[in-house]
């Protein structure tokens, strides 16, 4: 059974930082595009970043661009989320994503190309 927990979360003042982390278990960590996506109340869930199974490309939503970075360790089944000056519209719940595909855009990425989901975790960014 695919597992995907997320954990960092929390409230942070903006201009703060802070660190999510996402273990998996259950499937071939290295062979899977691992991604972030977020929902914030009452919107669509949207990209946020992913990398490449060899932790070679990267690809980020233009929000989030030079202020958040993706990062992954094969060697412990996990994948982080580095969140720098964060802002109050960066408020909303972050799931983990794993997905045996790629894209290069983020513009390209959608919730269908997901195979498997964290249950998530709440970041909240007070003003």
């Known amino acids: 059974q695919v597992q995907l927990v997320e954990s960092g979360g929390g409230l942070v003042q903006a201009g703060g930082s802070l660190r999510l982390s996402c273990a998996a278990s259950g499937l071939t960590f290295s062979s899977y595009t691992m991604g972030w996506f977020r929902q914030a109340p009452g919107k669509e869930r949207e990209f946020v970043a992913a990398?490449?199974?060899?932790?070679?490309?990267?690809s980020y939503v233009d929000s989030v661009k030079g202020r958040f970075t993706i990062s992954r360790d094969n060697a412990k089944n996990t994948v982080y989320l580095q969140m720098n000056s964060l802002k109050p519209e960066d408020t909303a719940v972050y799931l983990c994503a794993a997905t045996p595909h790629w894209r290069t855009a983020a513009r390209s990425w959608g919730t269908g190309d997901i195979y498997y989901w964290g249950k998530g975790t709440l970041v909240t960014v007070s003003s």
């Open positions: 990398i490449t199974r060899s932790g070679g490309s990267t």
